[in-house]
C-alpha cells in the first residue's frame, strides 16, 4: 500500500519562507514524477510545481516562479518543496501526489497523479 504523507506546514508572515517535504512509501519512489498542488475552500486544486522521476526536470507555475524551489531526493524517498517571499495569496492546503506513470515526466494534469496525501496547510499573513 503507497502513503503520501506532507510535513512541515504552517503560519507565516509575508516575505517569510517555508519548507514543505513529502515521504512517499510502499513502491519504488526514484521512479515516479511527484507534484505538488494547493488549494483554498471554493476553488480547484491547482498545480504549484512538478519534478520528474529523476530531478532533471521541473514545471512551475508562474505565479510562484522565482519564488518557490521543488527538488527531490531519491535515497531519502522524499520530494520538497521551498517556499521563498511567500504572499497571503499563497494561503493554501498543499497537497503532495506521485505520478501514475514509470518513468514519468513532468505533468500538471491532476489525473496523471495516483497518489496523494491528506495535505498541510500553509498560511501567510500580511
Known amino acids: 500500500q503507497v502513503h503520501v504523507v506532507e510535513s512541515g506546514g504552517g503560519m507565516v508572515q509575508a516575505g517569510g519562507s517555508l519548507r514543505l517535504s513529502c515521504a512517499a512509501s510502499?513502491?519504488?519512489?526514484?521512479?515516479?514524477?511527484m507534484g505538488w498542488f494547493r488549494q483554498v475552500p471554493g476553488k480547484e486544486r491547482e498545480l504549484v510545481a512538478t519534478?520528474?522521476?529523476?530531478?532533471?526536470?521541473?514545471y512551475y507555475v508562474d505565479s510562484v516562479k522565482g519564488r518557490f524551489t521543488i527538488s527531490r531526493d531519491n535515497a531519502k524517498n522524499t520530494v520538497f518543496l521551498q517556499m521563498n517571499a511567500l504572499k497571503p495569496e499563497d494561503t493554501a492546503v498543499y497537497f503532495c501526489?506521485?505520478?501514475?506513470?514509470?518513468?514519468?515526466?513532468?505533468?500538471?494534469?491532476?489525473?496523471?497523479?495516483?497518489?496523494w496525501g491528506q495535505g498541510t496547510q500553509v498560511t501567510v499573513s500580511s
Open positions: 501526489a506521485q505520478g501514475r506513470t514509470e518513468w514519468g515526466g513532468i505533468t500538471g494534469d491532476l489525473a496523471s497523479y495516483e497518489y
Open positions: 510502499g513502491r519504488p519512489f526514484g521512479i515516479y514524477a
Open positions: 519534478i520528474n522521476w529523476s530531478g532533471s526536470n521541473t
